[in-house]
């Protein structure tokens, strides 16, 4: 994978700052940037959660808006 060299210098400072090798860190980032896995949603959950898995930001919070 290339990464531009501001980005592995942001990624490197926040290794050095948690005291963690720089691949834990990137490991980490795409852990939380990534939706999770459809087939990891309860079956129960999976027809209302999935359509949410599609929308971006704005969307999610008129919808949190509308059912809360």
């Not at 531009?4 to 720089?22: E, I, K, N, V, W």
């Not at 490991?27 to 940037?33: I, M, Y």
């Amino acid at each position: 994978m290339i990464v531009s060299d501001t980005l592995y210098q942001q990624l490197h400072r926040a290794a050095s700052l948690f005291h963690q090798p720089t691949e834990a860190i990137i490991l980490d980032s795409l852990r939380h940037a990534l939706p999770p896995i459809f087939e990891d949603i309860p079956a129960g959950y999976q027809d209302e959660v999935f359509p949410l898995l599609a929308m971006n930001d704005q969307e999610l919070l008129q919808e949190s808006r509308r059912v809360l």
